[in-house]
């Protein structure tokens, strides 16, 4: 062999060594991007996340509101049952008490029962 082939080979040889490790290297590296590959889909994901969180806090938002009004709603009926168990009348028109105004209805249906019996009631049908 000569020292030009002796020298080519050495070189060949080298350079065959390099390549190697450069693959080597670049498999490491690539293993290690694998690691990574998914980071995209994350923030992806990420994002729909947090728009998610988003639409769930206005819909908490707006039944939170619904709820105040229905407590509100609730508040008053409840003081309107407490007043009429304790009789509490509140005039709507010209009577003491609730007991006058039952009377006087009680009275008005009497009346006209009565004309009713005695044909004095009529029945007037408006368009």
Same mark, same amino acid.
């Given at each position: 062999?000569?020292? *030009?082939? @002796? ?5 060949? !040889? ?5 390549? %190697?490790?450069?693959? $080597? ?35 908490? *938002?707006? @039944? ?5 009004? !229905? ?5 008053? %009926?409840?003081?309107? $049952? ?46």
């Amino acid at each position: 062999m000569s020292l *030009a082939n @002796l020298g080519l080979l050495v070189l060949a !040889s080298g350079l065959l060594v390099a390549l %190697i490790q450069s693959i $080597i290297a670049e498999s490491k590296l690539r293993k290690k991007l694998r690691r990574y590959e998914g980071l995209d889909d994350l923030e992806v994901y990420q994002q729909q996340l947090k728009l998610n969180i988003n639409l769930l806090e206005n819909q908490q *938002a707006t @039944l939170n509101s619904k709820i105040r009004d !229905s407590q509100q709603q609730f508040n008053e %009926i409840d003081a309107k $049952i407490y007043l009429h168990s304790i009789d509490y009348y509140e005039p709507k028109y010209d009577f003491i008490s609730a007991d006058d105004y039952i009377l006087r209805l009680k009275d008005i249906k009497l009346q006209q029962e009565t004309m009713r019996k005695n044909k004095q009631a009529y029945i007037c049908n408006t368009q």
